[in-house]
Structure formats: C-alpha cells, structure tokens
C-alpha cells in the first residue's frame, strides 16, 4: 500500500525555491521516470516542473530528504534522551561517531524548526554557561544552555572562549590568538528564543545577562542570582550560604550541565 501511495504522488508545488509555484500551487508537472531508494530499494516516482525543469519527488520536501540513514533517527534521539553517550550510540549501533554527531544536529535543527513555528509558552526559564574544554585547557569553550522548570532543554550552543590566567600566555605562545564568541552566541541564541513567551527569567548576575533580557524580553520579570556565598564558620571551614531559590536555580543547570559532560564521554 506505501509502494502504491508513492507511485501516485501528484506533486501541488515545485521544490525549486526561485520558481514562481515553490509558494504558489497550480503549476504543471510532468512524469520524469522513477528512482530507487538505497536502503530499501522501493520506487519513487520523480516529476518535472515545466515552468523551470527542475525535477522532484515525494522525498523532496521531507525533512529526512538528504539522509542517508533517516531509519536511524527515532532510534538515536531515544538513546540520547536516556542520557546515553554518542560514543556508546556509536558501539551499540555499530555506526561512525560522526554519523551520531551529525544525527544530534539534524535533531537539534528539526526541533528548533518545529519550536519557531510553536510558540512555547513556559513558567520560568533558566539559563547559563557551561565551561569546558575542546582537547586541552589551551583551548576552552562556553557551552550556553537555556533550560525550563521542566529539566527540557531548550538552546544549546558552544562558542570558543578565551582562556584565563596563567594559561593565556601558554595558548597564545603555542595557538596563537583565541576569539571571544560567547556575546554572539548569546546574542544569537537569545535571537532565536524571541519567540518564547515565559513568565520569568533567572540566572546569574553576568551584566551581560541582563543586557539581552531587557533587550529580547522587554517588560520581562528578570531574576539574577548570585552563584554563591561563603563565609568563615569557627571551626575554620567555609560555609555556603545560598536562598531556596538559588538552589533550585542552580540544582535546574547543573543537572543538565552534567548530562552534557556525560554525553560528550
């Protein structure tokens, strides 16, 4: 019944983005053969505008239309949601690293896709920077994730950092100059997050922070935190003092935080 359904498609628009009937329906088209599917080997019928030439199929405007391996997708983002990493996805599957890695964008896109056509409407919404390193603390990176009261993460982006204190002189002798592009990655995740209607933010008290807040949520009940106090008990030991809040706060990402360490083992 699918093999029979495919073979039938009658296409309304043209997959050619610069083509007058890619928005506009009515345009004409004309059978151009079939080809197989790798994979599976069925039959799809291939179609050709005749207001452009350009050919098309059923499979031209799936998401999965360039993939390879689309059976692998439900599969691989079942496993990352149960917090296993990409290497074991890799060893259970018996597939390449890179193929897991390249799943884990094409899912992350997809559903960022999905999310700025559907607007969330959310309770609070955390966010803050993950610091880590590419191979070598020569070479640090920010990962900054923006996660709701529900554990659900909603950006993720990494962005190169430079490194500090005695370690800035060393990456500069042996890599040269590092760019700092943890403000455009903010900037431009705080772009695509627009379309987020939360009640009330809350992080940290980075002035940078607050800056975009105001800028992409204006008239939003914003919330910074302090990361943590401390303060010398009698015996000699430090003692952090930290609100209810804060420690919801900062239990919310450093939970996913960790999530993220294990998942990139």
């Known amino acids: 019944m699918l093999r029979a359904h ?37 039959k799809v019928r291939r179609f050709q505008c005749k207001a452009c030439g350009k050919t098309l199929s059923s499979r031209s405007f799936s998401p999965t239309y360039y993939q390879k391996k689309p059976q692998l997708n439900r599969v691989i983002f079942q496993l990352l949601c149960e ?9 259970t599957l018996r597939i390449s690293k890179n193929t897991v890695e390249a799943k884990f964008l094409w899912i ?21 920077e993950l610091e880590t390193i590419e191979h070598t603390k020569l070479k640090p990176l920010s990962v900054l994730l ?20 005695r370690l800035a002189k060393v990456s500069y002798d042996k890599y040269g100059p590092r760019k700092d ?44 935190l302090i990361a943590q106090r401390r303060s010398v008990t009698g015996t000699g030991f430090t003692k952090s003092i930290r609100s209810r809040p804060m420690i919801r706060c900062l239990y919310l990402i450093s939970g996913v935080q960790s999530c993220v360490r294990i998942s990139e083992g």
């Open 146 to 165: 923006f996660v709701d009261e529900g554990y659900k993460i909603l950006k993720s982006q990494v962005a190169v950092a430079p490194p500090k204190g």
């Open 83 to 91: 917090g296993m990493p990409m290497r074991g996805i890799a060893r």
């Open 181 to 224: 592009e943890r403000e455009d990655i903010l900037k431009q995740c705080f772009t695509e997050l627009k379309g987020l209607r939360p009640q009330e933010i809350r992080s940290d008290a980075k002035p940078s922070y607050r800056k975009y807040v105001q800028e992409f949520f204006p008239g939003l009940s914003t919330r910074s």
């Open 108 to 128: 992350h896109q997809y559903i960022s896709s999905l999310k700025a056509t559907n607007p969330l409407e959310l309770g609070q919404l955390y966010f803050d």
């Open 6 to 42: 495919i073979m039938s498609y009658s296409p309304k628009l043209c997959s050619n983005s610069s083509c007058l009937h890619h928005t506009l329906p009515g345009g004409v088209f004309i059978k151009k053969g079939f080809f197989r599917i790798l994979r599976n080997h069925q």
